[in-house]
């Protein structure tokens, strides 16, 4: 016994406490990281990613327009938050709103009108859950055990006659089917770290300017981007999904000297590798 109790504290000292913190933070932030990255839910989803009409049709997406004038709201430096305390009020009407696109063709729309409509219905969704489910510190608490997991992978909706979760629409149809990197910066996770949920909605019309304001806004804010003492520090998103952005670290860092300025856009002609990356789960919440 009085050998067992001297073991005690040499297990329990300063630097192993430390190291089994470090440990499990490793964990943690790799379970994480597998919940954002796991294919999605397995399903055929190439109509959807692979749009097939000409016929010019263009989408209302005026409710969802409005709604995003009301209550997102600048926060720090360029950062745009939501008032979901005051958006509670009208989730009824954008429950409506999703049913309606819910109700339409997708696989049927022209390119640019398909993107803007995934993007919208993403958004709005991910929107939705949160007001469902709030006040919550982290979008990770729905669905989430332990602080992480999330709602990405549930099937919610039913778009011309199949269940898709948000890693259908991101993984399944956004990324696979449209193949532009800045369709990072369109659909927003409800975090800080994510790129901004832009006051506007997407149409066929802005598309390619939203997504441009996107990817400027994000890589010029240092919760994107950062380079001090030549080290380059960047968001989890371009570890998580570095092959859109090329595969390695000089295709990233290229992706990001098209949209980056000032001294920023002058410290990454001199890096040729990425040192870090980081991301804050906190909600995007203007209280």
Avoid at 1 to 7: D, E, G, N, T
Avoid at 183 to 198: D, E, G, R
Avoid at 251 to 276: C, D, F, N, P, W
Wanted: net charge neutral.
């Amino acid at each position: 016994m009085l050998i067992a109790a001297s073991c005690r504290p040499s297990f329990l000292s300063k630097p192993r406490r430390r190291l089994l913190a470090q440990l499990a933070a490793s964990v943690v932030f790799l379970l994480a990281s597998l919940a954002i990255t796991a294919p999605a839910f397995a399903q055929d989803l190439s109509r959807f990613a692979s749009p097939s009409g000409t016929s010019g049709q263009r989408l209302d997406h005026a409710f969802w327009d409005g709604f995003l004038q009301r209550y997102v709201k600048p926060g720090d430096g360029s950062v745009t938050r939501l008032d979901y305390s005051q958006a509670r009020g009208e989730l009824g009407a954008l429950s409506a709103y999703l049913d309606s696109l819910s109700a339409l063709s997708p696989s049927q729309f022209e390119r640019d009108e398909a993107m803007a409509y995934w993007i919208n219905f993403y958004n709005a969704l991910t929107v939705k859950l949160v007001l469902e489910n709030y006040p919550l510190r982290s979008i990770r608490q729905i669905d989430g055990v332990l602080g992480f997991g999330g709602p990405w992978k549930r099937p919610r909706v039913s778009v011309e006659g199949q269940m898709l979760s948000l890693d259908n629409m991101e993984h399944g149809i956004l990324r696979p089917g449209f193949a532009d990197p800045r369709v990072h910066y369109a659909v927003n996770c409800a975090s800080y770290s994510c790129p901004n949920l832009i006051p506007r909605a997407f149409t066929a019309a802005n598309l390619h300017d939203l997504l441009e304001l996107g990817a400027h806004d994000y890589i010029n804010h240092p919760r994107g981007v950062s380079l001090e003492n030549g080290r380059l520090q960047v968001s989890s998103i371009y570890h998580w999904f570095k092959e859109d952005f090329g595969g390695t670290d000089a295709g990233v860092i290229a992706h990001m000297q098209a949209y980056a300025e000032g001294e920023l856009a002058q410290g990454l002609k001199t890096v040729q590798r990425i040192s870090g990356h980081h991301y804050d789960w906190a909600l995007n919440d203007a209280q």
